[in-house]
């Protein structure tokens, strides 16, 4: 299952608009999508369900900029984006937490929620400061009781989730991606991602 969770709130009484539009993608010679579209708008959580080679996983690596379409278009606000690689996901903020955990276990929570974007002083050093900061900050809104200091390794995996969707969230998205989030998640754990889920959605 994938999981779009769009998290920008109505602004003068206009809703954010999520299109993607007649999305096509070959491989090798084998269709996966032909002409598929999807709409969403803000504050609204969709799930993409269907059987595996199905197509979702490289509908939403598409919107994440880890796969190239072939046809189509994606829009945001009625606006044409383009989207060629993960960093252009992310100018256009949109997140994605992928099923594989890329947590670095050696450091801890704090470093693995800015790895990608560390705060900087005078343009050179890193803000420590700043980082375990918003760190709890982030760990807070995601119901967390462990602290930013604590070293990956010693994290349960759903915890490392939790470490996983801080990422994300450090990048100030507007648009969530969970790719089959609960797939190696206890029961408790299960519900906890969920009860994530709605919150950031509210």
């Known amino acids: 299952m994938q999981q779009i969770i769009l998290l920008e709130k109505q602004m003068n009484n206009v809703s ?12 090798s010679g084998n269709l996966v999508l032909k002409n598929t579209s999807f709409e969403a708008i803000g504050g609204e959580i969709h799930a993409l369900l269907g059987a595996n080679g ?9 919107l994440g900029g880890n796969l190239l379409m072939d046809n189509g278009e994606i829009l ?38 800015f790895i ?3 705060p900087k002083k ?3 050093l890193i803000n420590k400061k700043k980082i375990y900061t918003d760190s709890k900050i982030i760990l807070k809104r995601l119901g967390c009781n462990f602290s930013p200091e604590t070293i990956c390794e010693f ?6 989730q939790m470490v996983e969707i801080g990422r994300a969230l450090a990048e100030n ?12 998640l206890t029961k408790n754990e299960k519900e906890k991602l969920f009860d994530v889920i709605i919150n950031l959605k509210k």
């Open 16 to 27: 954010k608009k999520l299109e993607l539009k007649n999305i096509s993608k070959e491989f």
């Open 54 to 62: 199905a197509g979702k996983s490289t509908l939403m690596n598409i």
């Open 76 to 113: 945001i606000n009625n606006s044409i984006i383009t989207i060629n690689n993960p960093r252009d996901a992310a100018f256009n903020k949109i997140a994605f937490v992928h099923q594989e955990l890329s947590i670095l276990p050696t450091m801890n929570v704090a470093e693995n929620i």
């Open 116 to 118: 990608n974007k560390f």
């Open 122 to 124: 005078k343009d050179i």
């Open 155 to 160: 994290l349960s995996t759903g915890e490392q």
């Open 173 to 184: 998205p507007n648009i969530i991606i969970f790719d089959e989030p609960t797939s190696s």
